[in-house]
């Protein structure tokens, strides 16, 4: 899932008055999203997938489903349930917690629990910090993000710049199995341009990089990869 980037939080930092103003308000936000290779967490699990979302915030509560659907349909599909709390401490930090159900191709055997707690600052380059941990995978994830707006006014639009390092670590959970650990690198670039008041055509690309390609998806040799992307979302 492709939920908690620094853009969107530098968002959820910048709207927290606006919610203290009207914290019963209710808002859904409709995403249809393609990228040329589906990467979590510097693992290549897909390529070209079409990954529709959607999601409600209902003052400091937000929930949503997101999916993702490889277009040749070799890999199956996954769908990813999510609800959380994110909240401003004061003008500066804001919080956030919540919980992902993996679902993997409509069946359970391989499903997934995972609990996260975040922070955000409202600042320059708009810094946030995550812990991800996995219940039935026994992994715990560490994601450092940070992100910078330009404006391109002459269009309507923007250059958002964006960068992540994070790592995973998964204990072995049988007999002669190791501890599953990598480092993974994001830095991407996008361009969100407004069609409406509500609409937004995004396209963007992301170079991928980590330390044990063979243990995440990559071809053999491979450690990183560009993955292009486009989407639109429309706000209710």
Known sequence: MIKNTALALAALAAGA???AQDAAALSVTVDVSYVSDYVFRGQLLANDSVQPSVEATYGDFYAGVWHSNEVNGTTGS????????????????SLDAGVTRYLYNGQ????????????????LLSPSLYYYYDFDR??????LSIGYSLP????????????KAGFTNKQPTGAGQ???????????AAVPYKLSET???TVGVDYVYND????TGFPRGDSGRFVGKAGVSIGF
């Open 17 to 19: 008055s606006v919610q």
């Open 78 to 93: 996954e769908t990813d349930v999510y609800a959380g709390y994110g909240f401003a401490l004061n003008e500066t930090i």
């Open 108 to 123: 359970s055997a391989g499903d997934t629990t995972e609990v996260y707690v975040g922070a955000s600052a409202d600042v």
């Open 138 to 143: 026994e992994a715990s994830t560490v994601e």
């Open 152 to 163: 391109l006014d002459v269009i309507n639009a923007s250059l958002d710049l964006s960068a």
């Open 178 to 188: 190791i501890n599953d650990d990598y480092t993974y690198y994001v830095v991407g």
């Open 199 to 201: 609409a937004t055509f």
């Open 212 to 215: 044990t390609a063979s243990a």
